[in-house]
């Protein structure tokens, strides 16, 4: 089937972050209702899954729907201040049927105006959903270290690939490691063909699928005006038969700024059959207008 995307990207940490990170051993907080005591105080954040742990002094810990109303102060990489965020809501995830996934409603505390506001942009249901990825993850979609966790929203490219089903902490009974296919899948999202940079626009319209099945191609892509337009794995696009917006990118720069594409480019290069005739794994497939 065929979905609108719209690409990963960090704004204002104080008013609408989309990725907050921070060090568990440095993260302070403080649970709603009456006032808390010493024993009350968060002395660890942990991640499994989309599912805040958290560790209270007492030795309780708190985890999902338990969280309801609490008020997290994470210490930010980069010296940014610390920031306050509040968990509305905590459901699972409606896209996901075996209920691992849990997805929460949060709001930030802007600290010019001391108001709480919107942590993430609508989705393309119009909802607004955060979960914590474990790591420290960049805007781009790397991991740069297992400690710590990442706030990411639905309506990014890391939320986005995590809600399709590509979870990056799930391994398979055969050992199939589903983090390789979510990096592939923000790759995607991004039209990230170099591995170095995103070429994509917001609101674009693509048709992905997998080796796994976990997606499957729509049956009829003539009707929406698709064509196939790369094959993807964890590092960036395997082959590339055109690019999705010309003005960000073309063939032509590929093969002048991308040297392992050199020999990837266009339709007779380029499609889900001759995908697997490049020495890289192919894991995920789009097409696009």
Not at 228 to 240: D, L, Q, R, S
Request: with cysteine; hydrophobic share 35%; charged share 25%.
């Amino acid at each position: 089937m065929s979905r609108s995307i719209c690409a990963f990207r960090v704004l204002g940490v104080a008013v609408a972050a989309i990725a907050l990170a921070c060090e568990p051993a440095r993260a302070a907080g403080e649970t709603s209702g009456p006032a808390a005591g010493t024993e009350d105080r968060i002395a660890d954040i942990s991640v499994v899954g989309t599912d805040f742990r958290v560790r209270l002094a007492s030795g309780r810990v708190l985890t999902g729907r338990d969280l309801v109303g609490a008020r997290l102060k994470l210490d930010v990489q980069g010296g940014v201040a610390p920031q306050q965020v509040r968990i509305d809501a905590v459901v699972n995830d409606p896209l996901d049927p075996s209920g691992e996934t849990l997805i929460y409603r949060m709001r930030a505390l802007a600290p010019e105006s001391g108001q709480w506001q919107e942590l993430c942009n609508p989705d393309a249901a119009g909802e607004r959903w955060a979960f914590p990825l474990r790591g420290l993850w960049d805007a781009d979609g790397y991991v740069l270290s297992d400690r710590g966790l990442t706030l990411t929203c639905g309506d990014g490219a890391m939320g986005k690939c995590t809600r399709w089903g590509y979870k990056p902490w799930k391994t398979l009974a055969d050992g199939t490691r589903l983090s390789d296919y979510h990096q592939a899948c923000v790759r995607m999202v991004n039209a990230n063909y170099c591995g170095d940079h995103r070429t994509t626009r917001d609101g674009m319209l693509i048709d992905y699928w997998d080796t796994l099945g976990i997606a499957k191609p729509d049956p009829e892509p003539q009707r929406l005006g698709l064509e196939f337009e790369a094959a993807w794995g964890p590092n960036g696009a395997v082959c590339v038969a055109h690019t999705r917006v010309p003005e960000h990118a073309t063939l032509e720069g590929l093969r002048r700024d991308c040297p392992r594409l050199r020999d990837r480019l266009g339709p007779g290069s380029c499609s889900p059959e001759t995908a697997a005739n490049w020495k890289e794994p192919v894991l995920l497939f789009n097409r696009s207008r």
